[in-house]
């Protein structure tokens, strides 16, 4: 009889099992991804962000964002918007849905979302992140976390924004060491990532320039963090999260992955979409880099999916 493992954290009174975790990413952790994610062993599952006026209005939008499945507790939906007030009403309804934790997004930079005030926007306004927090930690059963940057350039104002998370309830902070204007270029700042975790109590996740696993244990030795959210890195290499670099993956291994992703993008989008939506992941997948213009095109032409396995078998073979 063995002993069981150790939880390498808590989010309040919930057990996480493991240090890897998939970032969520708009358009890319859907279920079909973020459940393989979590199969090859993400820590947790976190949900693509939704936006709470869709919750709150008659959308079916949220419903599909935020679906997931047992195996993959303990999930994480997460939220934004601007409105303390609303974003309480969207998260009260959407924790009837069965989520462990809820997520509050405060570091996407993207224009259309920063410049109304919401995700990495939300940063210019410490007061309105404070007011979040004590109403959704006050009203919510499940812990409340939250997602952040550095800032802007001109306002790094990270551990003020970390504390003020953890001061008014917040259980967990996840940052992305890079400021809105970097989005996801240059370098991120792991030495930032240290300050926070020095700065707050509650567990922090490390976000930024993890692509190989010898990154997970260098970024933990180097800020402290407990543990590391992984993104675009994840896209290519999923079998990251099984402590496998991309050159250690066998042919046979990305096939079998290929042909369940797929299955599972097809089962919860439907034949025409599921195929379709299939096709980023695809490009992915197979490197399409180190393949030639002629075969890209081939692969990624729409057709059924069982002429799309026969195609990338045939890929297989001729590069095996």
Same mark, same amino acid.
């Given at each position: ?11 309040? @009174?919930?057990?996480?099992? %493991? ?5 969520? &990413?708009? %358009? ?7 459940? &393989? ?8 599952? !976190?949900?693509?962000?939704? #936006? ?14 935020? !679906?997931?499945?047992?195996?993959? /507790? ?5 939220? !934004? %918007? @601007? ?9 009260? /309804? ?10 509050? +997004? &405060? ?8 410049? /109304?005030?919401?995700?990495? %926007?939300? &940063? ?30 001109? +306002?790094? +104002? ?17 940052i992305h060491g890079r400021t809105k204007e970097q989005s996801y270029g240059g370098n991120a700042n792991w030495d930032a990532i240290a300050e926070v975790k020095a700065a707050v109590k509650i567990p922090v996740i490390g976000n930024g320039d993890v692509k190989l696993v010898e990154d997970i244990e260098r970024m933990k030795r180097h800020t402290g963090c407990d543990a590391v959210m992984i993104g675009r890195g994840a896209l290519a290499n999923p079998w990251i999260f099984s402590k496998l670099d991309r050159e250690q993956v066998t042919s046979e291994q990305v096939r079998e992955t290929v042909r369940r ?7 919860? !989008?439907?034949?025409?979409?599921? #195929?379709?939506?299939? /096709? ?17 095109? #081939? ?13 990338? +078998? ?7």
């Amino acid at each position: 009889m063995t002993d069981s493992p150790s939880p390498t954290f808590h989010i309040r @009174d919930i057990p996480i099992y %493991g240090d890897a975790i998939l970032a969520p &990413m708009d %358009g890319y952790s859907d279920w079909p991804f973020r459940s &393989m994610c979590r199969e090859f062993g993400s820590a947790m599952s !976190y949900t693509e962000f939704v #936006q709470v006026e869709k919750i709150l209005s008659k959308s079916k939008q949220p419903a599909k964002k935020l !679906y997931f499945e047992v195996a993959e /507790r303990p999930v994480t939906f997460q939220l !934004y %918007g @601007d409105d303390p007030d609303k974003i309480l009403e969207a998260a009260l /309804r959407v924790q009837d849905w069965g989520p462990d934790i809820i997520d509050v +997004n &405060m570091g996407c930079p993207a224009k259309a979302i920063s410049h /109304r005030g919401a995700g990495v %926007g939300m &940063m210019k306004s410490p007061l309105k992140i404070a007011r979040t927090f004590k109403k959704l930690s006050a009203k919510l059963k499940v812990p409340v976390t939250g997602k952040i940057r550095l800032g802007w350039e001109r +306002n790094k +104002n990270y551990k003020l924004i970390a504390r003020i998370v953890e001061e008014c309830g917040g259980s967990l902070i996840a940052i992305h060491g890079r400021t809105k204007e970097q989005s996801y270029g240059g370098n991120a700042n792991w030495d930032a990532i240290a300050e926070v975790k020095a700065a707050v109590k509650i567990p922090v996740i490390g976000n930024g320039d993890v692509k190989l696993v010898e990154d997970i244990e260098r970024m933990k030795r180097h800020t402290g963090c407990d543990a590391v959210m992984i993104g675009r890195g994840a896209l290519a290499n999923p079998w990251i999260f099984s402590k496998l670099d991309r050159e250690q993956v066998t042919s046979e291994q990305v096939r079998e992955t290929v042909r369940r992703h797929l299955a599972k993008s097809v089962e919860f !989008y439907g034949e025409e979409d599921g #195929q379709r939506l299939f /096709r980023k992941y695809a490009v992915q997948y197979l490197l399409m880099k180190t393949l030639t213009r002629e075969t890209r095109r #081939q692969i990624l032409k729409p057709m059924p999916p069982a002429e799309f396995l026969e195609a990338l +078998n045939q890929v297989y073979t001729l590069t095996a």
